[in-house]
């Protein structure tokens, strides 16, 4: 274990950050993020960095205009997981892609679509099933667009919704 500022390059160094494939910077504080982020690639140029930056439109900028494989804002992603569980049962996570709202919902299969393939489903209830597992299952298998749904089953499925506005951007 090494105790020590991450900013620092003689800390990064003990820590291993010149053989490190990827490096994440998630202190609550965005400028420690940004500065590990930054430090570990003078050690490491290689190193892939995820840095998270709790105000979005500083978040985009930094991975734009620094040298920051990925800046993730907590709030940018929590948003869409928020705005998909007020519509729809099960979400599991949720992200925004070309101004439509994609949301992974876990949900048990009823009578009503039971013995449908996944590409009825789909094509019904603008639900695609994409895993599946059976009661007595240990895990999740992918579902073919021919495969039937059988009761009682667990499933993961895409619903999407397009959006009427896009997000706001500055």
């Known amino acids: 274990m090494i105790i ?46 995820v840095v998270q930056l709790l105000e979005p439109n500083f978040a985009r900028k930094a991975q734009s205009a620094l ?50 393939t996944a590409h009825q489903v789909n094509e019904g209830d603008g639900l695609l099933p994409l895993l599946a597992k059976s009661a007595s299952a240990s895990h999740f298998a992918p579902l073919g667009a021919g495969d039937l749904l059988t009761e009682g089953s667990r499933i993961i499925a895409l619903r999407s919704r397009r959006q009427s506005v896009a997000p706001a951007r500055s």
């Open 4 to 49: 020590g500022d991450a900013r620092l390059a003689d800390t990064l160094e003990r820590a291993g950050g010149g053989r490190a494939r990827a490096l994440v910077a998630v202190t609550p504080d965005d400028a420690t993020n940004l500065a590990v982020g930054l430090a570990v690639k003078q050690v490491n140029p290689k190193v892939r960095t």
């Open 67 to 116: 040298d920051v494989d990925v800046s993730l804002s907590a709030p940018f992603i929590a948003g869409p997981t928020f705005a998909a569980a007020a519509l729809y049962p099960g979400v599991l996570h949720a992200f925004i892609q070309d101004r439509w709202l994609c949301a992974l919902v876990s949900q048990v299969v009823g009578p009503d679509m039971a013995g449908l």
